[in-house]
């Protein structure tokens, strides 16, 4: 069974705990992090400089609310619908993310906790 490939927009507190787990859990998954600061080999500093053929199964959004209004588009010019969308920012509705990102796309909310790593 593939992995599905991953892409982790944010790699802060929460998102930094997650890739960790994954990293763990599934060493074979693809899985690409588009970070602001790139403070890693291999992590892109905006979705500009990911390569033009990766396309993720699952992209998650682990930034601050405040900045998806300004960054979801850009996603959603790019890959459509096609992936599955997870968002971990809190306050943001389903409607808000659909409203940037398609009503035909395939999103979830999610609220994990820093102690349940």
Not at 23 to 41: L, R, S, T
Not at 88 to 98: E, P, Q, R, S, V
Request: glycine share 8%; charged share 15%.
């Amino acid at each position: 069974m593939n992995s599905p490939s991953l892409l982790l927009v944010g790699c802060g507190k929460m998102g930094g705990a997650l890739l960790a787990r994954w990293q763990e859990k599934f060493p074979q998954a693809k899985i690409a992090v588009i970070e602001p600061g790139a403070a890693q080999a291999g992590w892109h500093k905006n979705l500009v400089a990911l390569p033009k053929d990766f396309n993720p199964d699952i992209i998650i959004f682990a930034v601050k609310p405040q900045q998806l209004a300004e960054i979801l588009p850009s996603y959603r010019q790019r890959f459509s619908t096609a992936p599955l969308y997870i968002s971990i920012a809190a306050g943001k509705t389903l409607g808000f993310l659909a409203g940037h990102l398609g009503s035909d796309a395939r999103i979830v909310r999610a609220m994990p906790s820093l102690p349940a790593t």
